[in-house]
């Protein structure tokens, strides 16, 4: 085979690629990406906003798991009849759930045979769902939420209204190696300290961020003032609950990643979907710039 011969025949199978997504399983991912970004999607915004709270983050954190838990167990016959409904306006074929699932050549798909209905619930739905589930909990794990809020006492936000110098002690000692037992007297008198300098202090006024007290910690020279306790600084701000690391665990393209990019014959829909997703970042490439790449 030639070639171009070798060209043509790639093209076709990303053509029938994307017709058999947009006829067979569009209707599904479409429902099922609606489903499952709103219940992550307080969530979601709340981690983008720079003043998110502990106690705030936590809630948010609990409903989205509880959302999550109550679609995949008891949403897929309402889930279903959603689709069928979105089949019918849109003129799109509708697989019948009795019939065995055809399995395509182009399809990583290596479940066993299967009817439409096990196929479409089990591996694509259900599925689906534990993948966010595992991934919230991969990222906002017991310890690490716990950690977070024990960090977020550090929160300058209202004069530092949730320090607490008992739970910062207790976060310290999620690191022994860097709090050894000789230091947790001295950052106890450092927090002492610390806390009544930052609130008499108008250059600590009106920071509601963790990186807000950072940057100002170093600029006023507190940061060698108060060593331990910017120790304990540099560690909150790199807990991975934190919203700057942690946000990514519940958008909008970690949930194509984990859902659509593993099957090749949706590649052609993901890659709509990055463009349009991202159209601030496409809208400054150019023709030439495509051009040139090719």
Partial sequence: MGRDDSKRTDEKLTVLRAQWAFTEDMPFVLLLMRDVLAATNELSLALDRNDLDAEKFMILLKESK????????????????????????????????????????????ESPTSTNLEHYHIHVFVKVINDQ????????????????????CL?????????????????????????????????????????????????????????????KMVGTGKNNMYPLVYLLLKLALIL????????TASSTMKFIDSTMMKEPCNQWTSDCLLVFLEHDIFESITNDDVIASL
């Fill in 133 to 152: 589930l595992r991934e919230l909990d991969k990222r906002f794990s017991k310890e690490s939420s716990e950690l977070v809020c024990l960090a977020s």
């Fill in 155 to 215: 929160n300058p936000r209202n004069l530092f209204q949730a320090f607490d110098k008992d739970k910062l002690i207790k976060f310290a000692r999620f690191y022994p190696s860097e709090f050894p037992d000789t230091s947790i007297a001295a950052l106890d008198l450092q927090l002492q300290v610390f806390i009544t300098d930052v609130r008499s202090d108008a250059r600590f006024h009106e920071m509601v961020r963790l990186s807000d007290l950072s940057v």
């Fill in 66 to 109: 509880r959302q999550l838990l109550a679609l995949r167990d008891e949403g897929w016959p309402s889930f279903l009849m959603e689709v069928d409904l979105l089949c019918t306006e849109s003129d799109m074929p509708m697989p019948d759930m009795g019939e065995q699932y055809a399995h395509h050549r182009w399809s990583d798909d």
């Fill in 240 to 247: 991975p609950g934190t919203a700057a690391i942690a946000k």
